[in-house]
């Protein structure tokens, strides 16, 4: 295999084959609006002259990002924010990793996951039957019998592709059902040829933009991003392990959007019994595991991945965006299927975090933390990153115990939820009560 380098773009030969990759992006490129005095306010026109580039992890008004060691000697958790371009189509993409038994496998995925998605060619996605044929050869054990029903999982892969009247052709460049889970099963493979020993959770959010009225009000931008107004996206989620997704919708409720990977979850320990009846025990706290581990999906763990432990990622689409837009755009019954709790759009927020986060705070803890610290601080200091901030600090104060990260991701109703605090009495009697200071 040769390489050369083309700019930021590689060229891989394999075969004779020609395989062109490049790095995705890790920010914004903006064209500012033309708002010559000529015209009116409701056109949207690009500026002729330059363009602006912003870096997703330094727009703190719109992204929030923090993490901490906590009372760990070390971090394993890592973060990435990318925009891939996935079939001429602009992807603005989020991702909390958790790593354990050291940081090679989260840091290899912060650095190269969000290139493969987006690199993942034409071939390697229809050639997925090679891919679980490398699996059943090469790890056997559980892949043998997965390679037997291997069906079965892409038409689950396949029927998972959300489909929505009013945007066939949007919708029909989107291959994320299928780019998705193969890239995922792709990067463990060949990470588990390179790392040895450590593992990694993983919890990925894609945002893809299908429609902006630009004509309703001012648009600061040209281009069609999740955060414009009047805009619908299209949000996909892909989950391993027990990092998690949550949306908090226009009431201020907390919707958890994953299920962890554990022992105890239902569909996981059925999914193993199959072929490790005997692999599961329970620890000194009497938490079930599997054989040493607390999570049955991870990329990495290669001691584990002939008993089972997967990367292939559970996925999940919905629509956010403008509740005007959405109640226009999409039927009544998409509306009840595809939006959270089929309230129609003007979400919040979106939360990605480790489990140190949530193995002390529940969701809608986290969700009340970021929209108290927003009132607290005033308009112009309630961005996203200080409520992120915040979340890692009561963290800390209260003395979690496993590394803790979170990303907060603005949504269009920012800021428009109710002045109600649902947990405010439980976290202060937390705060109250500290255990490192004696109470």
Partial sequence: MSIRRLGTRFQFQRHGTLVISRHASDSIVFTAVDRSPNLPLSTTKPLASGKLRVPLLKSPSHFGHATSRVN???????????????????????????????????????????????????????????????????????WKRWYKHREKAFELWQGSKIRLKNFTKELSKNDLNLRIPVSFLNTDYEMCQR???????????????????????????????????????????????????????KNGLANGLTEDHHPSNPIESQRLRRYAANFFMADSFGEERFIALANTRAFGDNNYKEVGVT????????IIGDSHEINSHLTADEIKKYTINGLGGDECFLVLCSDGVTNVLTDQEVADIVMTRHKMSGH????????????????????????????????????????????????????????????
Avoid: M
């Fill in 72 to 142: 760990r000697p070390y971090n394993e958790d890592k973060y990435s924010a990318k925009v891939l371009s996935i079939n001429d189509q602009a992807i603005i993409n989020f991702n909390v990793f958790d790593g354990h038994g050291g940081e090679q496998c989260s840091s290899y995925l912060s650095e190269h996951l969000a290139d493969n998605v987006e690199s993942a060619t034409q071939e390697l996605i229809e050639g997925k039957e090679e891919l679980a044929k490398k699996y059943a050869k090469n790890i056997g054990g559980y």
């Fill in 195 to 249: 790392i040895q020993e450590s593992g990694s959770t993983c919890t990925s959010v894609y945002l893809q933009t299908l429609f902006t009225n630009q004509q309703a009000q001012f648009q600061p931008v040209f281009e069609n991003f999740y955060f414009n107004r009047r805009t619908i996206s299209l949000l996909t989620i892909a989950h391993v392990g027990d990092t998690r997704a949550i949306l908090v919708d």
């Fill in 311 to 318: 990367a292939e990622p559970d996925f999940t689409q919905l």
């Fill in 380 to 439: 112009s200091k309630a961005s996203p990153q200080n409520c992120a901030s915040e979340v890692v600090k009561f963290v800390e104060y209260v003395g979690g115990d496993d590394n803790a990260t979170i990303l907060v991701i603005r949504l269009s109703g920012w800021g428009h939820w109710p002045n109600v605090d649902r947990t405010g009495e439980l976290r202060q009697s937390r705060l109250d009560f500290n255990p490192r200071r004696g109470g």
